[in-house]
């Protein structure tokens, strides 16, 4: 195990498999977060033009950069600080893909959610949280993370993996999910850090009833927001779990000038 706890995959089928759900071409440039020991970044270098891989553990960069393919560069730093699109030189469209710590799960989404947002992401995840990323409004899994990621993106599983399959083992089983942008999303990108902030809010309340929720998430009057509501089509009664992102966008742009 190295100094920052990460956990590797060496079974070359998962890593090809891994691969594929980016659906590489030769054209592709991607961006590759926490390669580690370079065990996806040599299964995938063949298959795309080129492989930017961002490493926090110096030692394991250092290692890399000196095994890894031609049209591979290792950088040495934190993936949440750096600014990926100047590594990848401005290239537009790209990819992205990465064996994520689980603990920074949640700003590794954001972070690869920056606009120009990639074509693609698919990252190896902790399932619990891979089960919230695809939880459809009214289930238990469904939240904040939920509705944050569906507001921009078409979200699936496509591959759960055991423990077993890590060296070390960690203590939860994975699943590999793909993000992909979508085409209409729900909210603009100035409207993007508001609509997180308030739905985080709302969800912070998620078994109140919504009217009551959005009381303490905008102090706003009751009065308006049931007028609000109502205009919407949406009962005051009903919980922040029930809605579906796109209302939670209605909602914020009507009570906004509350």
Known sequence: ??????????????????????????????????????????????????VVGVETDRELA???????????????????????HALLDGAFPFKVIGNIPYAITSPLIAKALEAPRPASIVYLVQREVASRLVARPGTRAYGALSVGVQALCTV????????GAFRPRPRVDSALVRLVPR???????????????????????RRKQIVNALEAATEAPRAALLNVLDGLGVAPTIRPEALAPEVFARILRHTRSL
Do not use: Y
């Open 62 to 84: 250092r290692s890399l950069s000196a095994q890894v393919p031609a049209n591979v560069t290792v950088v040495s730093g934190d993936a949440l600080e750096l600014d990926w």
């Open 183 to 205: 085409t209409d999303p729900v909210v603009m990108p100035e409207e993007e850090r508001p609509f997180r902030t308030f739905v985080t809010a709302c969800f912070s309340r």
């Open 1 to 50: 195990m190295t100094r920052l706890s990460q956990h590797f995959l060496s079974d070359v089928n998962l890593l090809n498999k891994i691969a594929a759900a980016l659906e590489p071409a030769p054209t592709d440039v991607v961006l590759e977060v926490g390669p580690g020991r370079g065990s996806l970044t040599r299964v995938l270098a063949p298959l795309v033009a080129r």
């Open 156 to 163: 699936d599983v496509v591959l759960r993996i055991p423990a």
